[in-house]
């Protein structure tokens, strides 16, 4: 890559590190907001949730409504109002303020990371677009391991208020580098969002969706519940709790990083069998955690598999759209991100299901049995795959017989 890509890219991780970190920091704040603003640990938990959906819901409408205007100017203009959502959520005094504030900026940044990956994209060469994009999606990694412990520090130290000046300081910053290194040139697709919604009309594309969402939603199943996992059933004193979280996000990195070489050999026909290790890993808990080190190992591994698929699903939707519904190529590069939020809800719900009706540590297989289904939508999607190939190189060596007889 040019300098002027490894600037471009450098300048995109720092804005999903900037959009992760405004996005995360609200779960290390919730207990300060619901004392501040006299209301339910659960109402607080709301905040996280409505911002989940209103991502997964608003980033593919938006992300196609605004596709039709060139990237530079947009991309400005929308950190400008993810600042402005900042702020408001800085200075909000009620409950019903600050929750709308939350909403606004969850559509800001669903809209952002489609952009992001859609610029990286168009501009870096072919060879180096896995890469790039892992690189992009690790702003999100770091963004969980530094910027939500640093965040919820300014918040116990200066009030959760302050700890949203940070990120609306943190979007100013991204704002001024996004203005020195996005290509001005990058010109939007005009079409209507009927013609871009036909993106779902291939049932391959919906089948698609949920492979990323089945896997995040495996790993966040033991996720969401890790703490008490590591203090109930491996008995990991609190103190060392978040130093558990600390492994497991810098962990993390390397799958994300992983995952672009595994995106750059072709990962479309690879990634089943990441679902079925991450499967055996997640099930290896059940059995490990009878031992803190092989319970810690487990838990390392499964950091270590979580993100590998995310930069091979990334390609595979811009590359769809690009072949079959090329209006729809923005709304194509938010299909990852919002199925990643989709999963993070699925998982939750069924961690949320199992703690309630079984023990904390049968999370481990139950996990596992959704990567195997992750594995299984993989694997139909990739012999679907293989067989439209072969089907058009068929049809075009009979079209080619054809001509070389007449």
Same mark, same amino acid.
Not at 51 to 59: C, D, K, N, V, Y
Not at 203 to 223: D, E, H, K, M
Not at 359 to 365: A, C, F, R, T, V
């Given at each position: 890559?040019?300098?002027?890509?490894?600037?471009?890219?450098?300048?995109?991780?720092?804005?999903?590190?900037?959009?992760?970190?405004?996005?995360?920091?609200?779960?290390?704040?919730?207990?300060?907001?619901?004392?501040?603003?006299?209301?339910?640990?659960?109402?607080?938990?709301?905040?996280?949730?409505?911002?989940?959906?209103?991502?997964?819901?608003?980033?593919?409408?938006?992300?196609?409504?605004?596709?039709?205007?060139?990237?530079?100017?947009?991309?400005?203009?929308?950190?400008?109002?993810?600042?402005?959502?900042?702020?408001?959520? $800085?200075?909000?005094?009620?409950?019903?303020?600050?929750?709308?504030?939350?909403?606004?900026?969850?559509?800001?940044?669903?809209?952002?990371? !489609?952009?992001?990956?859609?610029?990286?994209?168009?501009?870096?060469?072919?060879?180096?677009?896995?890469?790039?994009?892992?690189?992009?999606?690790?702003? /999100?990694?770091?963004?969980?391991?530094?910027?939500? =412990?640093?965040?919820?520090?300014?918040?116990?130290?200066?009030?959760?208020?302050?700890?949203?000046?940070?990120?609306?300081? #943190?979007?100013?910053?991204?704002?001024?580098?996004?203005?020195?290194?996005?290509?001005?040139?990058?010109?939007?697709?005009?079409?209507?969002?009927?013609?871009? *919604?036909?993106?779902?009309?291939?049932?391959?594309?919906?089948?698609?969706?949920?492979?990323?969402?089945?896997?995040? $939603?495996?790993?966040?199943?033991?996720?969401?519940?890790?703490? =008490?996992?590591?203090?109930?059933?491996?008995?990991? =004193?609190?103190?060392?709790?978040?130093?558990?979280?600390?492994?497991?996000?810098?962990?993390?990195? /390397?799958?994300? &990083?992983?995952?672009?070489?595994?995106?750059?050999?072709?990962?479309?026909?690879?990634?089943?069998?990441?679902?079925?290790?991450? !499967?055996?890993?997640?099930?290896?808990?059940?059995?490990?955690?009878?031992?803190?080190?092989?319970?810690?190992?487990?838990?390392?591994?499964?950091?270590?598999?979580?993100?590998?698929? @995310?930069?091979?699903?990334?390609?595979?939707?811009?590359?769809?759209?690009?072949?079959?519904?090329?209006? !729809?190529?923005? *709304? $194509?590069?938010? *299909?990852?991100?919002?199925?990643?939020?989709?999963?993070?809800?699925?998982?939750?719900? &069924?961690?949320?299901?199992?703690?309630?009706?079984?023990?904390?540590?049968?999370?481990?297989?139950?996990?596992?049995?959704?990567?195997?289904?992750?594995?299984? #939508?993989?694997?139909? @999607?990739?012999?679907?795959?293989?067989?439209?190939?072969? !089907?058009?190189?068929?049809? @075009?060596?009979?079209?080619?017989?054809?001509?070389?007889?007449?």
């Amino acid at each position: 890559m040019t300098r002027q890509h490894k600037l471009l890219t450098l300048n995109l991780f720092l804005l999903t590190f900037v959009l992760g970190t405004s996005e995360f920091v609200m779960v290390g704040l919730l207990t300060e907001v619901a004392s501040d603003m006299k209301i339910a640990i659960s109402a607080a938990g709301s905040l996280v949730s409505a911002f989940a959906l209103s991502f997964a819901i608003g980033t593919p409408i938006f992300t196609a409504l605004f596709s039709r205007f060139s990237k530079y100017p947009l991309i400005l203009a929308l950190i400008g109002v993810f600042i402005v959502g900042n702020m408001i959520t $800085a200075i909000s005094g009620s409950y019903g303020l600050l929750l709308v504030s939350r909403v606004i900026t969850a559509v800001v940044t669903g809209v952002l990371i !489609a952009l992001a990956m859609a610029v990286a994209s168009e501009t870096v060469p072919l060879e180096k677009r896995g890469p790039a994009i892992s690189i992009i999606f690790t702003g /999100f990694t770091v963004a969980s391991v530094l910027g939500v =412990p640093l965040g919820t520090f300014i918040g116990q130290w200066g009030g959760w208020h302050m700890s949203y000046w940070f990120t609306t300081l #943190l979007g100013i910053v991204s704002l001024i580098a996004s203005f020195a290194t996005i290509p001005r040139g990058l010109k939007g697709a005009r079409s209507s969002l009927k013609k871009q *919604l036909r993106l779902f009309a291939y049932p391959r594309i919906v089948l698609a969706f949920f492979i990323p969402a089945l896997s995040i $939603a495996a790993t966040y199943s033991v996720y969401t519940y890790l703490a =008490p996992l590591l203090q109930d059933v491996l008995f990991v =004193p609190a103190q060392y709790i978040s130093l558990v979280f600390l492994l497991y996000g810098i962990v993390s990195i /390397f799958s994300t &990083l992983i995952g672009g070489k595994l995106a750059a050999g072709g990962g479309m026909g690879k990634i089943r069998y990441v679902f079925l290790i991450q !499967a055996v890993i997640l099930a290896s808990i059940y059995v490990s955690s009878g031992s803190l080190a092989g319970g810690l190992v487990s838990i390392s591994f499964m950091a270590l598999v979580v993100y590998l698929m @995310n930069s091979t699903m990334q390609l595979y939707f811009m590359d769809w759209a690009d072949r079959h519904v090329p209006e !729809a190529r923005d *709304l $194509a590069s938010s *299909l990852t991100s919002v199925s990643v939020n989709v999963g993070i809800a699925m998982g939750s719900a &069924l961690g949320g299901f199992v703690t309630t009706n079984m023990e904390l540590i049968d999370l481990s297989w139950s996990g596992g049995i959704v990567a195997v289904l992750a594995a299984v #939508l993989a694997l139909i @999607n990739y012999r679907l795959d293989r067989g439209t190939r072969s !089907a058009s190189k068929e049809e @075009n060596g009979l079209r080619g017989q054809y001509e070389g007889s007449l």
